[in-house]
């Protein structure tokens, strides 16, 4: 689609739009991105809790008074 309108200098401005298409591909690919974010911070921070739940049983079975 093209838009027009009345520039300031008084001559007419041309200005291409996207599509409905592309406009709709534009969303979904924002979201999958998103989605995609989301499950590797979570992936993240479980691993990270996975981690710390596994050193301090480590530091408990190893820790002699």
């Known amino acids: 689609m093209i838009r027009t309108y009345q ?3 008084g001559g007419m401005v041309f200005e291409k739009t996207l ?3 592309q ?7 924002m979201a ?3 989605i995609a974010t ?3 911070s ?3 921070v479980q691993a ?3 981690r710390s739940v596994f050193e301090r049983a ?3 079975n190893t820790w002699v008074p």
């Open 48 to 50: 990270m809790h996975d």
């Open 38 to 40: 989301i499950a590797a």
């Open 7 to 9: 520039a300031e200098h």
């Open 19 to 21: 599509s409905r298409r």
């Open 58 to 60: 480590y530091a408990s």
């Open 42 to 44: 979570a992936g993240m």
């Open 23 to 29: 406009k709709k591909m534009r969303t979904r690919i």
């Open 32 to 34: 999958m991105a998103v």
